[in-house]
């Protein structure tokens, strides 16, 4: 028998977790929305605390931003209830909620300068003007800007131009910011720049943001939790650490990172790629781990990492990561080999275990 060790069992979809706070910045309750025949939103619950970064990850079609919407009063909810600290908005339009929203299409007035860009919202609310610079010339410092509020947005590169939507947004001080892939029309450098500047940025205003994206690695790099969504639901809701480490349901496992589910003495269980260890002739694997044989049919080089496709006996592939500490050697060594691959039983984790006559089979 496969020894996988004995972690919690998924034999149903979870519930989804509330976050833990009394009065959530943001909670909602069965809320429903369909276009005809699609089910865009299926009876979402959600609680999102106060200052908490907040992602919803999900494949095109999963209902992420339609959600989005929802709770920015864009859309009506079918059915269920939306409240924005403690206030039931459900009915009431965008502009008498309490948040703001931060596009991918940064939406900047050409004809206005940084400055007057990032002061419209205060100024439409009838802010003094002494009172409004002062907070937009804070909003630049924030987001690293300074000394850039006279130009126009033609005059920025792409990561600017976000910065200032950004510091727009941010300078209403809302209870919610809401962000639909704001840095999905950036390169992958400044990207992957960006995700630490807006974790920054979260931090030191203490603003609740809820961030939507399809990209595993700003949802893992960025959220204190994250909701996993497919098909209008929620999936799993919980720490970035936790959702991958303990997916709750296969296309948990499958969405986020790589993951290589196996069925072994009827337990359907993941092992992820980097805890499995790969052994070419002559190594012996440590006491404890549970060992398979295959073939290495790929290797992909992919910088920090390779990346091995192996065939195992028994038919199915596992992918194996290692790490490149040293330099890497051609990939003809190894593709064709046999090999054995090995892991520890406390690094899988159970989807389920097969039913016999009632009782979990062991």
Same mark, same amino acid.
């Given at each position: ?32 929305? %369909?276009? $005809? !025949?699609?089910?865009? *939103? =299926?009876?979402?619950?959600?609680? &999102?605390? /106060?200052? #908490?970064?907040?992602? @919803? ?99 920025? %590169?792409? $990561? !600017?131009?976000?910065? *200032? =939507?950004?510091?727009?947004?941010? &300078?209403? /001080?809302? #209870?919610?910011?809401? @962000? ?101 002739? $002559? ?80």
């Amino acid at each position: 028998m496969v020894e996988i060790g004995s972690p919690k069992v998924n034999d149903a979809r979870p519930p989804v977790q509330a976050a833990a706070a009394e009065r959530p910045a943001l909670r909602l309750e069965q809320v429903r929305k %369909s276009y $005809g !025949q699609v089910l865009a *939103v =299926a009876g979402v619950d959600l609680a &999102v605390a /106060e200052g #908490e970064f907040f992602t @919803l990850l999900g494949p095109s079609g999963s209902g992420k931003t339609t959600l989005l919407r929802l709770i920015a009063g864009f859309e009506r909810p079918d059915q269920g209830r939306i409240e924005l600290g403690g206030q039931d908005v459900t009915s009431l339009p965008p502009y008498l909620r309490d948040t703001n929203t931060v596009f991918q299409d940064y939406a900047l007035f050409p004809h206005m300068s940084v400055a007057e860009n990032i002061g419209y919202g205060l100024r439409v609310k009838g802010v003094a003007r002494g009172s409004r610079g002062e907070r937009v010339d804070r909003a630049l410092r924030m987001v690293r800007l300074e000394g850039l509020g006279h130009r126009r947005p033609n005059q920025l %590169s792409g $990561g !600017q131009r976000q910065r *200032v =939507a950004l510091a727009r947004a941010i &300078v209403n /001080e809302p #209870e919610v910011l809401l @962000l639909d892939e704001p840095l999905g029309a950036l390169d992958l450098k400044l990207r992957q720049e960006m995700q630490l500047e807006l974790k920054r940025i979260q931090k030191e205003v203490g603003i609740t943001f809820v961030y939507v994206t399809h990209d595993q690695e700003e949802a893992l790099t960025m959220s204190d939790r994250m909701a996993v969504m497919t098909l209008g639901r929620i999936e799993q809701v919980g720490p970035p650490v936790e959702v991958y480490e303990r997916p709750a349901t296969e296309f948990v496992a499958g969405f986020i990172g790589i993951s290589n589910v196996l069925e072994r003495d009827g337990v359907r269980f993941v092992v992820r790629p980097e805890k499995v260890r790969m052994l070419v002739a $002559g190594e012996r694997p440590a006491a404890g781990l549970h060992t398979e044989s295959g073939t290495v049919d790929q290797v992909v080089y992919v910088g920090v990492t390779t990346r091995y496709l192996v065939r195992l006996d028994r038919g199915e592939e596992l992918v194996v990561v290692r790490q490149n500490v040293e330099a890497a050697g051609p990939a003809g060594w190894v593709e064709g080999k046999r090999v054995q691959l090995a892991w520890a039983p406390e690094h899988t984790f159970v989807l389920e275990r097969a039913k016999n006559g009632g009782q979990e089979q062991r």
